[in-house]
């Protein structure tokens, strides 16, 4: 059983609600919101909007979050003065991203450059948040170097007595063979919105979670990726969240059993990830995650991509303050208000593995450790 210092239970205290249950906001987006703003915009967003825009949403959205997730790049620097005391903050420890190796492109994470955990902490972090790509059979290079990242970042957050939350985003590769594989990539498909990816992703979820629960990891929390695809499912397959039609490869009742499998494969409290899907999908998700097991969520794009709003100005397309912030305040709001609302069956943390039943927290001291009741 791992240590629970004072630091980490602190940690973990001030991303929760009172009752134990996350209810957070991950606004560290970069790349995909550099994407985003790009396609509206009509050209690359200057740093000034992507930091404008996490501004805007974090200024209107934080007051419903027990927790928010940013950057210390273009989120941390203009957005904290909004975080009130009642609500926590986890600072983003990796580079957006990832190297690709191998014939099956498996990725490879790095931290931000000139960026680590010390200066995280005199940021004021509750916590520190790394995401990884990782797949269970990716070749060995990658798949050691992404373990050993994540051990590295669990040591250091041990190290200073601080909440690591681990987000796990799973990718396709041998699942899509070819020469379907080339034809979806000239197409500008993702080769995860595949039948053949949906029927994979269920064990590669489960498989992920399992591995960074050992305790050489030092995960506090998971953040993990919903175990199906929901519009894949006989229930949702024909055009429900969105207006293609797919193949279904599973029943719903089959995914209840897929969520209640990762819950018995996550040795710690484990938060549901949006993915950037619809809102009304993200609900279904919340429901299903939460009445499995999970602690809560962890949540961007789903509750505000719709926010970056554009006009025309001085001769280019600039941002449409005015219009974010009314979107923001009205269906920005209405938004997590569900979201919150669907979470309200979470399993508070403190009852999850490896911390339920337990009454004491260790306290580093000078020698040897100490307890005190909690």
Known sequence: MPELTGGKLRGLIRLADDNGRFKMMAIDQRGSLKRLLGKLLDREPTYEEMAQVKELITKHLAPYATAVLTDPQYGYPFSTRHLSHATGLLLAYEETGAAKVGPFEDRVSGPIEGWGIEKALRAGADAIKL????????????REKQCSFVREVGELCAQHSRPFLLELVSYARDEVPEPRRSELNEAGRKLEDTPEFARAKPDIVVRSAEEFSKPKYQVDILKLEFPADLKYTEEYCHRVFDDREREPVYTLEEVQDYCQQLDEAAGVPWVILSAGVEIEEFLVQVELATEAGASGFLCGRAIWKEAPQVKEGNGRKVLDVEAMEAWLTTQGAYNFARAN????????????????????VVVAGRGENWHREF
Do not use: K, S
């Not at 995401?131 to 990658?142: K, S």
């Open 341 to 360: 609302a669907a979470a309200e069956r979470a399993v508070p943390w403190f009852t999850r593995r490896p911390y339920a039943g337990r009454d004491t």
């Open 131 to 142: 995401l990884v790509y990782f797949h269970p059979d990716a070749i060995p290079q990658a």
